[in-house]
């Protein structure tokens, strides 16, 4: 090395002491020729080599399973179940325990609910909404929560909803979910969601047991909030995904609602939101409709590092309207545009609950023909 470095500063036709010293030699002489690689050069080349090849097959399989994506292939949607009328609420069971989600709520059975008025359904709509009337309620509200006899593992459940329920300590929700007592066992859909002023965008959120993951390739035109769907993990925060401010409260209720639309299938979970002026004509139809018309979901939740199929069995379809609790009811989340304590607000600001009413049009169900 020594030799070969005194000797490559100047000397340009002496043959090199070692060849990759010398970058002047001639073409018959080049460090470039392997004919004149040094032991050395070799292993360094052949780690080279190794090296690159490693990156490229991890490249190339890192590659792959980002890439992974569901065929979602066309299916034929026929309808199978219609909640709308004077008879929808006869189509649900009242829950009437204590809220699993801790809210300051009593939730009213049905013979309550249609005499205090919280529950009413007529030729064009079903109404679901919290009292308005006590102005001492210092054990909690009065409301109401669903849930459909029928239960669901799979279909196109399209929810035409007229108004959805905001305010101070709210907490609505329009989902899919299974057997209370074993939850998540079989898994929980949260369609529509917010809380308070509900004017950050409606939550679509998968809530499983452990192994449901969506950190792959999505095709929505939502914001991923998480990723992991395990109850266990971020206290049972869920893997979220957030629409624009026009999906949930005021600005939707301004635009006359619209339509979520949620599949439900093996290949994985989609809702699409559709505002009054645009759904889509064969929704509106109402005999076969097509996702694979419909263009990129709003959220989409593939089956990739999810098994759908055995995460989400036995679905009911569940409207509810909470008053603070586990989410709403967070000082941190509260105090984001209302004042005081969550609890003293459901007590005493009843007429403040006017805004606190879902009004759904119709839930239609379809399912494939197989
Ligand atoms: C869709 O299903 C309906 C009812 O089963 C059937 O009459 C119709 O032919 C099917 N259409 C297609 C395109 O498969
Ligand atoms: C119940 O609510 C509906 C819808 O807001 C309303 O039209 C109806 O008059 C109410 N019934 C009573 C008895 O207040
Ligand atoms: C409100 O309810 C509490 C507890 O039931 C009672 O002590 C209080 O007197 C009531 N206040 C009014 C103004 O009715
Ligand atoms: C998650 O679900 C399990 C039941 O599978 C339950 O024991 C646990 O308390 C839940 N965790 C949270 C944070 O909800
Ligand atoms: C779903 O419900 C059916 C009928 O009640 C029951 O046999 C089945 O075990 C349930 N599935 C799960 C995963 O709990």
Known sequence: MEK???????????????????????????????????????????????????????????????????????LNYTLEDDYSGSTFFDNFDYFTGFDPAHGFVHYVDQPGSESLNLTFASANSAILRVDTTDTNATTGRKSARISSKKQYNSGLFIFDVLNSPYGCSTWPALWLYGDQDTWPLQGEIDVMEAVNLANTGN???????????????????????????????????????????????????????????????????????????????????????????????LSDFPKT????????????????IDLCGDFAGQASVFSKGCSGTCSDFVAFQASSFQTAFWEFKSFKVYSAAT
């Open 4 to 74: 070969g470095n005194q000797i490559s500063s100047f000397t340009r036709d002496a043959p090199p002491a070692y060849g990759f010293d010398d970058p002047y030699t001639t073409p018959q002489g080049s460090s470039w020729h392997p004919r004149n690689w040094g032991k050395k050069t070799w292993i360094g080349v052949v780690l080279g080599a190794v090296v690159l090849i490693v990156v490229i097959i991890v490249g190339a399989v890192v590659g792959v399973r980002n890439n992974a994506y569901p065929s979602y292939s066309r």
């Open 203 to 297: 939550q679509m959120t998968l809530h499983t047991t452990e192994g449901c993951k969506m950190d792959r390739k999505r095709k929505q035109t939502g914001k991923t909030l998480a990723k992991d769907c395990w109850n266990q993990t971020d206290s049972n925060e869920g893997c979220g995904v957030q629409g624009s401010t026009a999906t949930f409260g005021q600005e939707f209720n301004q635009n006359g609602g619209g339509v979520y639309a949620t599949e439900l299938r093996s290949d994985g979970i989609r809702m699409w939101f559709f505002p009054r002026n645009a759904i889509p004509a064969d929704i509106t139809a109402g005999t076969s409709p097509d996702p694979s018309t419909w263009g990129e979901a």
């Open 305 to 320: 590092d999810c098994d759908i199929s055995k995460h989400f069995t036995n679905q009911s379809i569940i409207a509810n």
